[in-house]
């Protein structure tokens, strides 16, 4: 079959990587793709967000399925532009409709989504300008730090967490008056939750689905998680915190009422479903939802994943995926990112990078990386990710830091403590 893959980061360079290896693949196309993703499948320069070109190369190229990566086109209603489009109507995407993918594009949906399914979450509160002096009352309910979300997608960048009060006002005052434009129109006031993180994955057509392998990511741009927050800096997997008894929690509590609740709610869902969870004192509980595989969490999920990905599309598309088991590697995958000089602030591009076939163990997935009359240069704030198998984590990361030092581009930097918390 012919794919189409919509995206051009680190995600997608691994799911690209995964659907390689697939004996039902004819083609595979990535729009934009990167310097990675062209040594797996064709790159057409199509911006994920241009319906009207992905409608016109799906019909060029008989492409027979649609991947998704990035959660923008989803919020912006790709999947319902091309099920409306008589056209190309038939071709299945992977990724929720409009919808559905307001458990991402919206924090007050996701909220009372969780509150309606009875799905173990933080108290909150929505707040406007119409009920901001509610919402200052409220801040005064909780105990410090303070946790202030923009509402609508902020590229990364719509979350606060605040120490003082006076702060906390201040900001929330500054969020709706435009800090994030009309992302932050509506801010969620949430209790703060202390634990340690955990993402989880799902793979669903609606009702059946399947759980991936879980993740922790490292989301700080300094060591021992400090600084400012960033797109991630690595992830590892599994969890070993995640035992278990603790799984078996995060599956009844969580992902069989989620998947069951958007039935009940009427909301078709055909994707994947990352569940960013804490665990406080070893009770899990939604921080958020992503209507999308994570990144990098996607550079340790899917090199576990020994199953045909392309298959499990399918089954997807088909509404039969209660039919598959996925098959797991029992080793350790980690990844440590690659960034620029000056990230997640101002930084460079165009620079060259070299030292990538030096590279035998392990697997270098492209971020944000494009190709220059045939210079592999750097063209985003996250620029590689260094993923490695291991028995153990430590064996693992051992392979991840070795190889993040072998390869050199001008502002290069990443963090040697990945895993430290474990």
């Not at 997807?316 to 797991?328: C, P, Q, S, W, Y």
Request: charged content about 25%; hydrophobic content about 40%.
């Amino acid at each position: 079959m012919n794919i189409l893959l919509l995206g051009s980061g680190g995600r997608e360079h691994a799911l690209a990587w995964k659907m390689a290896q697939s004996e039902k693949l004819t083609q595979l196309f990535i729009a934009p793709g990167n310097a990675g993703t062209k040594e797996v499948g064709t790159n057409v320069n199509i911006n994920p967000n241009d319906f009207e070109a992905i409608k016109a190369f799906v019909i060029d190229n008989n492409i027979n399925l649609i991947v998704v990566g990035p959660e923008e086109p989803l919020v912006r209603g790709v999947k319902d532009f091309v099920l409306n489009d008589p056209q190309i109507a038939h071709v299945p995407v992977i990724g929720p409709g409009k919808e559905g993918a307001k458990l991402e594009g919206s924090k007050e949906f996701a909220k009372a989504f969780m509150m309606r399914h009875d799905i173990p979450t933080a108290a909150y509160l929505s707040v406007t300008q119409a009920n901001l002096e509610e919402g200052l009352a409220f801040l005064k309910t909780l105990k410090a730090p303070y946790v202030l979300k923009a509402d609508g997608l902020a590229a990364g960048k719509g979350v606060l967490i605040l120490d003082e009060i006076t702060e906390a006002e201040a900001e929330l005052k500054e969020m709706l008056s435009g800090k994030f434009g009309d992302a932050s129109s509506t801010v969620v006031i949430e209790e703060f939750l202390s634990g340690i993180e955990l993402s989880v994955f799902v793979l669903t057509d609606g009702h059946g689905y399947v759980v991936l392998p879980e993740a922790k990511d490292y989301k700080r741009i300094g060591e021992g998680d400090t600084g400012l927050n960033t797109g991630g800096m690595g992830a590892i997997s599994p969890v070993p915190f995640a035992d278990d008894v603790f799984m078996k929690k995060v599956h009844d509590r969580i992902v069989k009422p989620t998947i069951d609740g958007l039935a009940n709610d009427n909301i078709p869902y055909k994707g994947f479903v990352f569940i960013g969870l804490m665990s406080v004192e070893g009770e899990p509980y939604v921080i958020e939802y992503n209507v999308r595989m994570g990144d990098p969490e996607t550079e340790v999920v899917i090199p576990r994943i020994k199953t045909d990905l392309v298959d499990l599309f399918e089954a997807v598309a088909a509404g039969e995926l209660r039919k598959k088991t996925i098959e797991v590697d029992e080793r350790f995958a980690t990844t440590v990112m690659c960034v620029s000089g000056g990230y997640p602030e101002a930084y460079e591009k165009d620079k060259e990078i070299s030292g990538l076939e030096k590279i035998s163990e392990g697997l270098v997935f492209h971020a944000g990386t494009a190709d220059k009359d045939g210079q592999v240069v750097t063209s985003g704030g996250r620029v590689i990710a260094m993923t490695a198998y291991g028995n153990t984590k430590e064996e693992a990361l051992k392979q991840s830091f070795a190889n993040a030092q072998t390869v050199t581009y001008e502002g290069k930097y990443f963090r040697s403590d990945i895993g430290f918390d474990l």
